[in-house]
């Protein structure tokens, strides 16, 4: 992974706040295993568009984030803590979920999941979710071929091998739900989520322009629905 994809977001936070979608209550309730209020921890919690769904639900978070720029949006109700996910500043066993919204595949596996482990109590769970675009609408197949490969529920739709072995480290194997959304947008917050894409903030400007107005030609007028599908994967500690 480009090392500077991984430092971009703090230069785009605001962008990122406002244009980025939220977590469906259906999946962002699953991860966590129970409705009943809990204290989870939000690992790279960027702006905090996780912790504010951990929030509505009722659960007391705390929200662990590196980056300043990202995490001085991280909504006040939170616990809000600079740190990373391979060097949690947390005590053993104090939390009954862990959760990281978009950011697993920034961390270093081999050294965060042990983290996250050692600060979950027996019982609680990990999970995981990704919000994806929603490829199956033709306009928004052209926009992921604008965007990047990788955003496209019709990959996560194959994937199905879960991104990490949970036994390895003392976790069930990953279970998965596949849950569909839309956020309601417009072709001005559409450029801006584009624009706070890591793959995007580090093109050359000329490039990084042109996608967008290519982008905005897709958009659909006035203000309309932009599909996703948010993939959830969630694990508990035996």
Not at 20 to 48: F, K, S
Not at 57 to 63: F, M, P, R, W, Y
Not at 184 to 203: G, M
Request: aromatic fraction near 6%; hydrophobic fraction near 45%.
């Amino acid at each position: 992974m480009d090392p500077r994809r991984a430092l971009s977001f703090g230069a785009v936070a605001a962008t990122y706040d406002r244009s980025r979608p939220g977590y469906p209550a259906e999946a962002v309730r699953w991860v966590v295993g129970t409705d009943r209020p809990l204290r989870v921890l939000d690992v790279g919690a960027g702006t905090g568009k996780l912790t504010a769904a951990l929030l509505g639900l009722g659960h007391e978070v705390v929200a662990v984030e590196p980056d300043d720029a990202m995490r001085a949006l991280v909504p006040p109700a939170a616990e809000v803590l600079a740190g990373t996910a391979e060097q949690l500043p947390l005590p053993v066993g104090c939390v009954d979920a862990v959760v990281a919204g978009q950011a697993f595949h920034w961390f270093d596996v081999d050294r965060a999941l042990p983290e996250m482990v050692r600060v979950l109590r027996p019982g609680g769970s990990v999970g995981l979710l990704w919000n994806v675009l929603d490829d199956d609408v033709p306009w928004v197949s052209d926009l992921c071929d604008l965007s990047g490969p990788a955003d496209r529920a019709s990959y996560l739709r194959m994937a199905e091998e879960p991104p990490f072995d949970g036994p390895a480290v003392g976790l069930t194997v990953p279970e998965r739900l596949l849950v569909e959304h839309a956020q309601d947008v417009d072709a001005d917050l559409l450029v801006d989520n584009l624009r706070s894409r890591s793959q995007i903030i580090v093109q050359g400007e000329a490039e990084r322009e042109d996608l967008l107005r290519q982008a905005r030609a897709l958009a659909p007028a006035g203000r309309f629905p932009l599909p996703y599908v948010c993939g959830a994967w969630r694990s508990v500690r035996a």
